[in-house]
């Protein structure tokens, strides 16, 4: 079984600072890793992925994640924040031994003010 | 291309009804999922269907149910409504491993 753990419940930041999602799993298998987001009253949206290869990861609006196998993390950066990523951020797994269901975090909400 | 479509948008019910929720998958996927965002429970895993078949459950009571038709669109149900079905039902489809999530349906029971 497989289960993710996200620390920050809630993050504020102000408008152009660095910020940094923290994201830890834990599985007896390996993993697929995701990053999802979602605005307010709407679905979820990929951000980014890691499936193999390069331990960093590269996805849309500007977003990167490492994968650290030894550390069993993968945390979600972004150099410089707009107001417009003001959203949940939910980080997601899944057996790489199945296509199964998706294991998500319990979400971070990124606050940006201007 | 199209995404996932999910109809209704909104959905009211009160307790002891049935609901029906529907999912249509992008094109060429047949695998679809089904999650439920409960306010206070996170995002947790209702059902798995591939080619027709239900292939995984999660942990839910037997009066969530569901079908997959032969175009790969799906329908969930939820029969005998209670007030904690309240919540965001949200489809995904996929191909592989990675799923694309819809805007979701909103089912409010009072």
């Known amino acids: 079984a497989q289960s993710v753990t996200q620390l920050d419940s809630q993050v504020p930041v102000f408008e152009e600072a660095p910020v940094e999602l923290r994201c830890n799993y834990s599985?007896?298998?390996?993993?697929?890793l995701f990053w999802y987001v979602q605005y307010p009253n709407q679905g979820l949206q990929l951000l980014l992925k890691?499936?193999?290869?390069?331990?960093l990861v590269k996805g849309i609006n500007g977003f990167e994640a490492e994968f650290n196998k030894s550390q069993t993390s993968f945390h979600l950066r972004k150099p410089s924040v707009h107001i417009s990523d003001t959203a949940e951020y939910f980080c997601?797994?899944?057996?790489?031994?199945?296509?199964?269901?998706?294991?998500f975090g319990t979400g971070t909400r990124l606050l940006v003010s201007p | 291309e199209a995404g996932v479509t999910q109809s209704p948008t909104h959905l009211i019910k009160t307790r002891g009804q049935q609901a029906t929720l529907r999912c249509s998958p992008i094109?060429?996927?047949?695998?679809v999922y089904w999650y439920q965002q409960a306010l206070g429970l996170g995002l947790q895993f209702l059902l798995w269907?591939?080619?027709?078949?239900?292939?995984n459950r999660g942990n839910f009571p037997p009066r969530f149910s569901g079908r997959q038709f032969p175009n790969y669109s799906s329908e969930l149900n939820v029969n005998a409504l209670e007030l904690e079905d309240s919540a965001l039902y949200l489809c995904?489809?996929?191909?592989?491993?990675?799923?694309?999530f819809g805007p979701g349906t909103r089912l409010t029971v009072l």
């Open positions: 997601a797994v899944i057996s790489n031994t199945g296509f199964q269901k998706l294991v």
């Open positions: 890691y499936l193999s290869g390069s331990t």
């Open positions: 269907y591939d080619e027709g078949e239900e292939r």
């Open positions: 599985s007896s298998v390996s993993v697929y």
């Open positions: 995904a489809s996929s191909p592989l491993m990675e799923q694309f």
């Open positions: 094109s060429g996927h047949t695998s």
